[in-house]
């Protein structure tokens, strides 16, 4: 059973390229989750209220949006439901044309006692009935790699306003800290040079620890782990300065152009040291 929602696209959703930025993307795909919880018995409400924790989101971008007015279509359905953890499957469509692709993997959260728990039959039940199968993500450069301050290192700070309803930052605002750092990458390897256009067409990213508000920034390093013809694929960690690590990202871009023999030295430079299995 497939779950629709029709999803309104701000203005201000844009960005620099005048397309819908890819961080709203995973605005968007909340926006649908929250509707699915609230559309099903008052078990599922108490089950949002109650806590309910991003583990990870697949996001794969297949055509730019643009503002027209008119909100985007979601189908949302259950792609796996076990005993802690379910998994979400997401399309989003522009009129005809399906934009994005995507996952998440969530698990209730106990907010009282400050713990993950497991499902109830009652929750199971109502998953499970919206349980579809699904045409696989594309797969995504999963080199292990060691984040030991070699990378880009970029510092982000948390707003008062990044936090949700739970008290922690919300998981859309992970995409935010991410992007973030790799537009000061990018910026590294353009320089003063005319660099064409990078788009987001793939980016995963885990859920580790919450985030908290704090005054002192965060950390996010990126580095290289796959160069292409005219893409390159980057691994990210959120942190702060004890080591704790809050999350991991991974991002592929797709230039307008092939990649130069000088953006392919810039990229080896910043290629991240690879951990052997």
């Known amino acids: ?14 960005d620099a390229q005048g397309h819908v930025n890819n961080a709203a993307f995973v605005d968007y ?20 209220d109650s806590g309910v924790i991003v583990a990870g989101h697949q996001v794969e971008y ?28 997401y399309e989003i469509r522009d009129g005809a044309e399906v934009a994005v692709r995507a996952r998440t993997t969530a698990t209730p959260f106990d907010l009282t006692n ?14 499970t009935a919206h ?30 306003s990044d936090l949700d309803s739970y008290g922690h930052v919300n998981n859309v605002r992970y995409y935010d800290y991410v992007q973030e750092a790799r537009v000061e990458f990018v ?3 353009i320089g003063g040079d005319d660099g064409g256009q990078w788009v987001v067409v793939r ?29 390159v694929s980057l691994a990210a960690e959120l942190r702060d300065d004890a080591g704790t ?13 092939p990649i130069t023999e000088d953006w392919r030295a810039f990229f080896e430079r910043r290629s991240g040291r690879v951990i052997v299995p």
């Open 1 to 14: 059973m497939t779950h629709s929602y029709r999803c309104p696209v701000r203005w201000g959703d844009m």
């Open 29 to 48: 795909l909340q926006e649908a989750r929250v509707d699915f919880l609230h559309a099903g018995p008052p078990v599922m409400r108490e089950l949002l």
């Open 62 to 89: 297949l055509a730019p949006v643009v503002y027209t007015g008119r909100p985007l279509t979601i189908d949302l359905w259950l792609e796996a439901v076990g005993g802690s953890r379910f998994k979400i499957g």
């Open 114 to 127: 400050n713990a993950l728990r497991r499902l109830t039959a009652a929750e199971r039940e109502y998953l």
């Open 131 to 160: 349980l579809e199968p699904a045409e696989p993500l594309r797969p995504v450069d999963s080199t292990k790699i060691k984040f030991d301050g070699s990378g880009r290192l970029h510092r982000v700070r948390v707003r008062w």
């Open 187 to 189: 910026a590294d390897l």
């Open 203 to 231: 980016q995963d990213l885990d859920y580790l620890k919450p985030v908290d508000f704090a005054i002192e920034p965060y950390l996010v390093e990126t580095v290289v782990t796959k160069i292409g013809t005219r893409s």
């Open 245 to 257: 690590r809050y999350a991991t990202a991974r991002t592929v871009l797709v230039g307008d152009r």
